[in-house]
């Protein structure tokens, strides 16, 4: 049977021509192409077959959507949200890019005030929290990829004495954290009135 779809629906089956219109109200099943030059609406549409197609959408596995062109799957929508191209993910519903020429995470924050420290503004962090006097850990709201980003950090002070030092500190160094110092002139640990730590990686 050959079902066509263009404004109205029209059913040829050997001998019998229906120019009607179709309605669906019950699940249904088609076997083999259909093709549609119209409009149509539904409440939704559910993929079944788990193979990569020739060019379409498919279930690679349960509750993930995935997307081919060229019998090539080239990307997908996982169980959690995240968008993947090239079994890489790009992108999750917090936002995060994963392109090598955006920041993983930045913040900008006050080291004066005590824990836990609301940044003033940020973007992957969730938390600044002060460990002592000029030592302060950032927690990332969504863990990076891996622990080898490059990390930028600077410090400045508006009233007496100078921030001379800011840098990482080994002891956090890691996918869901990262812990920086800041100093004054003899290296001595100083608070900072304005931090500014800024994340590039994978």
Same mark, same amino acid.
């Given at each position: 049977?050959?079902?066509?779809?263009?404004?109205?629906?029209?059913?040829? !089956?050997?001998?019998?021509?229906?120019?009607?219109?179709?309605?669906?109200?019950?699940?249904?099943?088609?076997?083999?192409?259909?093709?549609? !030059?119209?409009?149509? +609406?539904? %409440?939704?549409?559910?993929?079944?077959?788990?193979?990569? &197609?020739?060019?379409?959408?498919?279930?690679?596995?349960?509750?993930?959507?995935?997307?081919?062109?060229?019998?090539?799957?080239?990307?997908?929508?996982?169980?959690?949200?995240?968008?993947? $191209?090239?079994?890489?993910? $790009? %992108?999750?519903?917090?936002?995060?890019?994963?392109?090598?020429?955006?920041?993983?995470?930045?913040?900008?924050?006050?080291?004066?005030? +005590?824990? &836990?420290? !609301?940044?003033?503004?940020?973007?992957?962090?969730?938390?600044? +929290?002060?460990?002592? @006097?000029?030592?302060?850990?950032?927690?990332? @709201?969504?863990?990076?990829?891996?622990?080898?980003?490059?990390?930028?950090?600077?410090?400045?002070? !508006?009233?007496?004495?100078?921030?001379?030092?800011?840098?990482?500190?080994?002891?956090?160094?890691?996918?869901?954290?990262?812990? $920086?110092?800041? @100093?004054?002139? @003899?290296?001595?640990?100083?608070?900072?009135?304005?931090?500014?730590?800024?994340?590039?990686?994978?």
């Amino acid at each position: 049977m050959t079902v066509t779809i263009d404004g109205s629906a029209g059913i040829t !089956t050997p001998g019998v021509t229906d120019t009607g219109n179709l309605s669906v109200t019950d699940t249904s099943s088609l076997t083999g192409a259909v093709t549609q !030059t119209g409009s149509s +609406t539904a %409440a939704s549409f559910i993929p079944t077959g788990s193979s990569v &197609p020739a060019n379409g959408m498919y279930l690679p596995a349960a509750n993930t959507l995935g997307f081919a062109t060229n019998t090539t799957a080239v990307a997908r929508f996982d169980s959690s949200g995240n968008l993947q $191209v090239g079994g890489t993910t $790009v %992108a999750n519903t917090a936002g995060y890019v994963n392109s090598r020429t955006n920041a993983r995470a930045w913040v900008n924050f006050n080291g004066t005030l +005590t824990t &836990p420290i !609301t940044p003033r503004a940020n973007y992957n962090v969730s938390s600044v +929290t002060k460990n002592a @006097t000029g030592d302060y850990t950032l927690n990332f @709201t969504t863990a990076l990829s891996d622990a080898n980003y490059a990390i930028s950090i600077s410090g400045y002070q !508006t009233t007496t004495g100078n921030v001379f030092a800011a840098y990482a500190h080994g002891g956090t160094y890691t996918t869901s954290a990262v812990r $920086v110092i800041t @100093t004054n002139s @003899t290296f001595a640990n100083t608070d900072a009135q304005g931090v500014s730590v800024t994340i590039f990686g994978n």
